[in-house]
């Protein structure tokens, strides 16, 4: 019997060893870039990308979207229908260019999201570029990063949908 309870022990640590070592050696950072071409113009398109409340009406994935005052900047916080949280504040805004939001920090992750604007005679083109920061390394194996791209992919489908259908 303590043969047994000796070997399911060390079995557990062997098992508890590999899983921080790989933990441990995996990339904490994930860039997802995204190129968008929009028919409509840059001033439609920027006016719909940075009225952050007015978002849940073209994101299908967002149930509710919460503006915070921290006296520094706009803080909102992005309540999905699944009912993921994400707290964001706007870091860069220069009209009609570059529109920049950083992910606060929580649970382990963080990082920024930097959409860029090039206005053209036949509509917008946004590159949409994901930086995320996975701090804690016991949670970089559970990261879902096929969740990350499908949420990038469902955001720029719902904008592109929404905008081309109404130029």
């Not at 920090?105 to 590159?127: C, D, H, M, V, W």
């Amino acid at each position: 019997m303590t043969t047994t309870i000796l070997f399911l022990v060390t079995s557990l640590l062997l098992l508890l060893i590999i899983f921080l070592s790989i933990a441990f050696s995996m990339k904490k950072d994930v860039l997802i870039s995204r190129n968008i071409f929009i028919k409509a113009s840059v001033d439609k398109v920027w006016n719909t990308v940075t009225n952050l409340i007015r978002q849940i009406e073209w994101r299908q994935d967002l149930q509710k979207v919460e503006i915070k005052d921290d006296n520094q900047s706009e803080v909102w916080v992005e309540i999905f229908q699944n009912g993921d949280q994400i707290s964001k504040r706007v870091v860069k805004s220069s009209k009609y260019k570059i529109f920049e939001v950083e992910i606060l920090p929580k649970g382990g992750y963080s990082g920024n999201i930097k959409i860029e604007f090039t206005p053209s005679q036949a509509g917008t083109t946004l590159r949409i570029t994901e930086y995320i920061i996975i701090t804690n390394p016991l949670r970089r194996p559970f990261t879902n990063l096929k969740k990350l791209e499908k949420r990038l992919d469902a955001y720029q489908n719902n904008l592109k949908q929404l905008l081309d259908h109404s130029a």
